[in-house]
Protein backbone atom coordinates (compact mmCIF):
# COMPACT_ATOMS: atom_id res chain seq x y z
CA UNK A 1 0.00 0.00 0.00
CA UNK A 2 1.41 3.58 -0.34
CA UNK A 3 1.95 5.32 2.49
CA UNK A 4 2.71 8.79 0.96
CA UNK A 5 0.31 10.42 -1.03
CA UNK A 6 1.19 13.26 -2.57
CA UNK A 7 -0.14 16.33 -3.83
CA UNK A 8 -1.01 18.04 -6.74
CA UNK A 9 0.25 15.22 -9.21
CA UNK A 10 1.43 18.04 -11.55
CA UNK A 11 2.65 21.12 -11.34
CA UNK A 12 3.66 23.50 -13.63
CA UNK A 13 5.54 26.87 -13.41
CA UNK A 14 8.04 29.65 -14.77
CA UNK A 15 11.65 29.87 -13.83
CA UNK A 16 12.15 32.21 -10.27
CA UNK A 17 8.94 31.52 -9.72
CA UNK A 18 8.99 28.75 -6.13
CA UNK A 19 7.31 25.08 -6.28
CA UNK A 20 5.69 23.88 -3.10
CA UNK A 21 4.84 19.77 -2.94
CA UNK A 22 2.74 18.22 0.09
CA UNK A 23 3.38 14.31 1.23
CA UNK A 24 0.59 12.56 3.61
CA UNK A 25 1.11 9.39 5.05
CA UNK A 26 -0.66 7.69 7.60
CA UNK A 27 1.15 5.68 10.31
CA UNK A 28 4.38 6.68 12.85
CA UNK A 29 7.60 7.15 11.07
CA UNK A 30 10.97 7.27 11.84
CA UNK A 31 11.78 9.43 8.98
CA UNK A 32 10.97 11.14 5.76
CA UNK A 33 12.63 11.83 2.82
CA UNK A 34 12.64 13.51 -0.64
CA UNK A 35 13.83 12.10 -3.89
CA UNK A 36 13.97 13.72 -7.45
CA UNK A 37 13.56 11.39 -10.70
CA UNK A 38 14.98 12.61 -13.72
CA UNK A 39 13.56 11.34 -17.05
CA UNK A 40 14.92 7.72 -17.68
CA UNK A 41 17.41 7.79 -14.55
CA UNK A 42 17.59 6.64 -11.17
CA UNK A 43 16.03 8.24 -8.08
CA UNK A 44 18.43 11.37 -6.21
CA UNK A 45 18.21 11.72 -2.47
CA UNK A 46 17.11 15.41 -1.75
CA UNK A 47 16.50 15.47 1.76
CA UNK A 48 16.22 13.78 5.49
CA UNK A 49 14.22 15.17 8.00
CA UNK A 50 13.61 12.80 11.39
CA UNK A 51 10.62 12.66 13.17
CA UNK A 52 11.64 14.85 15.74
CA UNK A 53 12.82 17.48 13.51
CA UNK A 54 10.52 19.93 11.99
CA UNK A 55 12.36 22.40 9.21
CA UNK A 56 15.50 21.59 7.15
CA UNK A 57 17.10 23.34 4.42
CA UNK A 58 19.44 22.62 2.02
CA UNK A 59 20.56 24.63 -0.74
CA UNK A 60 17.38 25.89 -2.68
CA UNK A 61 15.13 23.23 -0.36
CA UNK A 62 13.07 23.74 2.30
CA UNK A 63 11.60 20.66 4.17
CA UNK A 64 8.89 20.74 6.93
CA UNK A 65 7.45 17.85 8.71
CA UNK A 66 4.12 17.93 10.73
CA UNK A 67 3.90 14.74 12.60
CA UNK A 68 0.86 16.00 14.21
CA UNK A 69 -1.22 16.02 11.02
CA UNK A 70 0.75 13.69 9.43
CA UNK A 71 2.61 15.55 6.41
CA UNK A 72 5.30 16.99 4.67
CA UNK A 73 6.11 19.98 2.48
CA UNK A 74 9.17 20.31 0.08
CA UNK A 75 9.90 24.13 -1.03
CA UNK A 76 12.29 24.67 -4.02
CA UNK A 77 12.76 27.98 -4.35
CA UNK A 78 13.64 30.19 -6.95
CA UNK A 79 12.78 27.37 -9.34
CA UNK A 80 15.11 26.96 -12.49
CA UNK A 81 14.48 24.83 -15.64
CA UNK A 82 16.87 22.14 -14.32
CA UNK A 83 14.53 21.51 -11.33
CA UNK A 84 12.10 20.11 -14.27
CA UNK A 85 11.57 16.49 -12.79
CA UNK A 86 9.28 14.11 -10.77
CA UNK A 87 9.50 14.34 -6.74
CA UNK A 88 9.00 11.44 -4.56
CA UNK A 89 8.51 11.45 -0.60
CA UNK A 90 8.98 7.96 1.10
CA UNK A 91 8.97 7.38 4.59
CA UNK A 92 10.56 4.72 6.82
CA UNK A 93 7.90 3.38 9.33
CA UNK A 94 9.81 0.47 11.17
CA UNK A 95 9.57 1.01 14.95
CA UNK A 96 12.12 0.37 17.45
CA UNK A 97 15.98 0.52 17.20
CA UNK A 98 16.77 -1.08 13.96
CA UNK A 99 15.57 -0.41 10.93
CA UNK A 100 16.08 -1.90 7.71
CA UNK A 101 15.08 1.02 4.99
CA UNK A 102 11.74 -0.09 3.98
CA UNK A 103 10.87 2.57 2.52
CA UNK A 104 7.32 3.04 1.45
CA UNK A 105 7.26 5.79 -1.45
CA UNK A 106 4.31 8.80 -3.00
CA UNK A 107 3.26 8.75 -6.17
CA UNK A 108 5.05 11.70 -7.00
CA UNK A 109 4.54 15.21 -8.58
CA UNK A 110 5.91 16.05 -11.68
CA UNK A 111 7.12 18.96 -11.85
CA UNK A 112 7.83 21.63 -15.05
CA UNK A 113 9.60 24.55 -15.23
CA UNK A 114 9.28 26.50 -18.20
CA UNK A 115 12.25 28.80 -19.30
CA UNK B 1 27.22 9.51 -7.87
CA UNK B 2 27.45 6.26 -5.67
CA UNK B 3 28.75 2.84 -7.53
CA UNK B 4 25.76 1.54 -8.56
CA UNK B 5 25.75 -0.67 -12.04
CA UNK B 6 22.47 -2.34 -13.14
CA UNK B 7 22.50 -5.00 -15.96
CA UNK B 8 21.11 -5.19 -18.42
CA UNK B 9 19.62 -1.76 -18.62
CA UNK B 10 16.92 -3.13 -20.98
CA UNK B 11 15.34 -6.37 -21.41
CA UNK B 12 12.40 -8.04 -23.55
CA UNK B 13 11.39 -11.66 -22.94
CA UNK B 14 8.28 -13.82 -23.18
CA UNK B 15 6.21 -15.08 -20.60
CA UNK B 16 7.30 -18.22 -18.71
CA UNK B 17 11.07 -17.84 -18.88
CA UNK B 18 13.41 -16.81 -16.32
CA UNK B 19 14.88 -13.95 -15.86
CA UNK B 20 17.99 -12.33 -13.48
CA UNK B 21 18.63 -8.86 -12.97
CA UNK B 22 21.81 -8.06 -11.42
CA UNK B 23 23.24 -4.81 -9.19
CA UNK B 24 26.48 -4.34 -8.59
CA UNK B 25 27.97 -1.72 -6.05
CA UNK B 26 31.21 -0.65 -5.45
CA UNK B 27 30.52 1.13 -1.91
CA UNK B 28 30.54 -1.67 0.24
CA UNK B 29 26.70 -0.94 1.84
CA UNK B 30 25.51 -3.12 3.42
CA UNK B 31 22.30 -2.66 2.29
CA UNK B 32 20.65 -3.21 -0.82
CA UNK B 33 17.11 -3.08 -2.20
CA UNK B 34 15.07 -3.81 -5.42
CA UNK B 35 12.55 -1.58 -6.44
CA UNK B 36 9.88 -1.95 -9.32
CA UNK B 37 8.25 1.38 -10.61
CA UNK B 38 4.96 1.14 -12.14
CA UNK B 39 2.46 4.66 -13.54
CA UNK B 40 0.44 5.09 -10.65
CA UNK B 41 2.25 3.28 -7.99
CA UNK B 42 5.34 4.98 -7.94
CA UNK B 43 8.20 2.97 -6.13
CA UNK B 44 7.35 -0.30 -4.14
CA UNK B 45 9.73 -2.52 -2.39
CA UNK B 46 10.30 -6.19 -4.09
CA UNK B 47 13.22 -7.81 -1.71
CA UNK B 48 15.94 -6.22 0.40
CA UNK B 49 18.98 -7.56 1.87
CA UNK B 50 21.05 -6.59 5.05
CA UNK B 51 23.87 -8.58 4.41
CA UNK B 52 25.08 -11.20 2.34
CA UNK B 53 22.71 -14.83 2.22
CA UNK B 54 20.45 -12.25 4.69
CA UNK B 55 17.39 -11.32 2.80
CA UNK B 56 13.72 -10.76 3.40
CA UNK B 57 10.52 -9.68 1.43
CA UNK B 58 9.10 -6.05 0.34
CA UNK B 59 5.65 -5.51 -0.41
CA UNK B 60 5.23 -7.16 -3.71
CA UNK B 61 7.53 -10.45 -3.46
CA UNK B 62 5.10 -12.54 -5.22
CA UNK B 63 7.16 -14.05 -8.18
CA UNK B 64 10.24 -12.53 -7.59
CA UNK B 65 13.18 -14.34 -5.80
CA UNK B 66 16.77 -12.71 -4.82
CA UNK B 67 20.34 -13.42 -3.77
CA UNK B 68 23.33 -12.06 -2.54
CA UNK B 69 26.09 -14.09 -2.13
CA UNK B 70 28.85 -11.74 -2.09
CA UNK B 71 28.16 -7.78 -0.41
CA UNK B 72 28.59 -6.12 -4.15
CA UNK B 73 26.35 -8.50 -5.87
CA UNK B 74 22.18 -8.49 -5.51
CA UNK B 75 20.67 -10.53 -7.58
CA UNK B 76 16.76 -10.28 -8.54
CA UNK B 77 15.12 -13.49 -10.63
CA UNK B 78 12.28 -13.68 -11.88
CA UNK B 79 11.04 -17.59 -11.94
CA UNK B 80 8.90 -17.40 -14.40
CA UNK B 81 7.89 -14.39 -16.36
CA UNK B 82 4.65 -12.81 -16.24
CA UNK B 83 3.10 -9.54 -18.28
CA UNK B 84 2.31 -7.98 -15.24
CA UNK B 85 6.08 -8.11 -14.30
CA UNK B 86 6.72 -5.33 -16.77
CA UNK B 87 8.20 -2.74 -15.34
CA UNK B 88 11.60 -0.74 -14.39
CA UNK B 89 13.09 -2.30 -11.54
CA UNK B 90 15.49 -0.05 -9.66
CA UNK B 91 18.47 -1.26 -7.11
CA UNK B 92 19.29 0.70 -4.07
CA UNK B 93 21.93 0.75 -1.64
CA UNK B 94 22.30 2.15 1.95
CA UNK B 95 24.99 2.09 4.30
CA UNK B 96 22.62 1.78 7.21
CA UNK B 97 19.27 1.39 6.52
CA UNK B 98 16.39 3.39 7.13
CA UNK B 99 18.59 6.19 9.32
CA UNK B 100 20.10 6.87 5.86
CA UNK B 101 19.83 8.18 2.11
CA UNK B 102 19.08 5.57 -0.09
CA UNK B 103 21.53 5.44 -3.45
CA UNK B 104 19.83 3.95 -6.36
CA UNK B 105 20.78 2.59 -10.08
CA UNK B 106 19.47 3.96 -13.33
CA UNK B 107 17.32 0.83 -13.45
CA UNK B 108 16.07 -1.41 -15.84
CA UNK B 109 13.73 -1.52 -17.99
CA UNK B 110 12.14 -5.47 -18.60
CA UNK B 111 9.19 -5.66 -21.22
CA UNK B 112 7.17 -9.26 -21.16
CA UNK B 113 5.39 -10.03 -24.34
Known amino acids: SQQGEEDPQALSIQEGENATMNCSYKTSINNLQWYRQNSGRGLVHLIL?????REKHSGRLRVTLDTSKKSSSLLITASRAADTASYFC???????????????FGQGTILTVHP | DAGITQSPRHKVTETGTPVTLRCHQTENHRYMYWYRQDPGHGLRLIHY???????DKGEVSDGYSVSRSKTEDFLLTLESATSSQTSVYFC????????????FGDGTRLSIL
Open chain 2, 49 to 55: SYGVKDT
Open chain 2, 92 to 103: AISESGGRQPQH
Open chain 1, 90 to 104: ATDEEPGGTSYGKLT
Open chain 1, 49 to 53: IRSNE
